[in-house]
């Protein structure tokens, strides 16, 4: 397995192997102009290259869902070619499949990989790194506010392959420091989930580094768009793009962009056979997705920030987690996502606070368009013996808000109301 960083290349050189492909089916000559224009913002000329697919066939402005499960050969020469690996010839949906590489090739341009690969869920992809990664007796350090079912994946499945896992407090790059020699994974999520703590990303690479263990980073909460661990040296990035590259709620997938050879590793040596790939659909899903993800991470930015801090200046609240309220030297962020928690005072009456808003409807998950809430103590009293929240004290008075692309005015007012209807005096 590839432990040695190899030189970092620039986005479009690195692609230039996994375009050869595409090229079959769209002119991206475009992209690669705007990628070198080097007097032009590189992130915001890949937004503008979400927005553009020269497909030529019947000049569909869309590219087409290549809805099949396998590509025929019209020789046995041809297939022959494919088998020896001197084509980029799609050859089965579960493998390769011309929908989803230029989904591919936008999360490279955006994250500014070598090479992604796409799943059908965040955990898939979360899963398919880990398990990719790891052998018999190796150990992980990991940041202890973890997605939950990233924590069970470490407790519950890696320890059956005597795999242990040591949890940190990622903020406090010391105690990440000290835990590491002898490790082979560092696996951050930054801001974590709940409480959203940021971690120095730059300085925790760097640690990686010089012990020779994968970093890896759940980078759904900030997106892209505003967060880009692979430039602060990371190896690996991770998305749940059920999320905010899907942004609709109607897709469940995932994605791992970064290092070529730790993707050509895990592609070979894990992905073909755990087998949770992305269909051709939802990959144009995604694609549709990604066209807005600017702009509705621009949206989500403000109103999630607007109402965190009226929310911090509320009585019914004791405090607000987002990382917009906070000073760190350290952020790697350039703008927030909508998704952060505030804990209840002790007066508010959580169950008829969450019953009495309108536009925040109860639900798991968020980044997609509507507003969303989620108590923890449900959360925690489902969470059973295997929890992250638990282990490492999450309060139950906590509540998670997702602030979606509704009037911020009205989300404000939705919220206000329903304070009021569970204080005391509503
Ligand atoms: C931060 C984070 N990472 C990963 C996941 C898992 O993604 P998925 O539900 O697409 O499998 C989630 C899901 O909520 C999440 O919040």
Redesign the pocket.
């Known amino acids: 397995m590839p432990t040695q960083k190899t030189k970092a290349k620039s986005a479009p050189d690195s692609l230039s192997f996994e375009f050869g492909r595409v090229c079959l089916y769209y002119s991206i000559l475009p992209f690669y102009e705007i990628a070198h224009m080097s007097e032009k913002d590189p992130a915001a000329s890949s937004h503008t290259y979400l927005n553009h697919d020269s497909y030529h066939a019947e000049g569909a402005a869309s590219p087409p869902i290549y809805q099949t499960s396998l590509f025929t050969f019209g020789s046995y020469e041809e297939m022959e070619v494919r088998f020896k690996g001197q084509s980029d010839r799609a050859l089965y949906s579960r493998i390769d499949n011309p929908t989803v590489t230029a989904l591919l090739q936008k999360l490279c341009l955006l994250e500014g990989g070598e090479k992604a690969l796409a799943f059908s ?4 992809a ?1 899963s398919n790194a880990v398990l990719g990664l790891i052998r018999t007796g190796d150990h992980i350090v990991c940041v202890n506010h973890c ?1 939950p ?2 924590y069970r994946l470490l407790q519950l499945v890696c320890t059956r392959f005597g795999v242990t896992t040591e949890f940190v407090n990622g903020s406090d790059t010391a105690a990440v420091a000290k835990a590491l020699p002898g490790a082979r994974i560092l696996y951050l ?1 930054s801001p974590t ?1 709940w409480l959203f703590q940021e971690q120095d990303l730059r300085a925790l690479a760097q640690l990686a580094q010089t012990h020779g263990v994968v970093s890896l980073v ?1 980078n ?2 900030a997106s892209p768009i505003y967060q880009q661990p692979l430039a602060a040296g990371i190896d690996l990035v ?1 998305h ?4 905010y590259i899907s942004g609709h709620s109607d897709v ?3 994605a791992l962009v970064g290092r070529a050879d730790l993707i050509n590793h895990l592609s070979a040596e894990t992905a073909a056979y755990l087998g949770a790939k992305l269909s051709a659909h939802e990959a144009s899903l995604l694609l549709r997705g990604l066209r807005t993800l600017p702009l509705r991470m621009e949206r989500v930015h403000l109103s999630g920030l607007t109402l965190a801090k009226q929310l911090s200046d509320h009585s019914s609240v004791k405090h607000v987690n987002h990382p917009g309220l906070r000073v760190n030297p350290h952020s790697h962020l350039t703008g927030y996502g909508g998704l952060f928690s505030f804990e209840a005072g002790d007066a508010l009456d959580i169950p008829r606070f969450c019953n009495a808003l309108e536009f925040f409807k109860l639900g ?3 980044g997609g368009h509507e507003s969303l809430v989620m108590p923890a103590e449900i959360s925690i009293g489902q969470a059973g013996s295997c929890s992250a929240a638990v282990d490492f004290g999450v309060s139950p008075r906590l509540i998670r808000l997702y602030v979606g692309l509704e009037d911020v005015s009205d989300l404000w007012e939705d919220l206000e109301r329903a304070l009021f209807a569970a204080s005391p005096h509503g």
């Not at 869920?121 to 898939?124: F, L, M, R, V």
């Not at 749940?240 to 999320?243: D, E, F, I, L, R």
Request: no cysteine.
């Open positions: 869920s965040g955990i898939a979360i997605y079912d990233t999520e989930s759940d759904s909460w991770v749940s793009a059920t999320k469940v997938a995932g798991v998950s968020w």
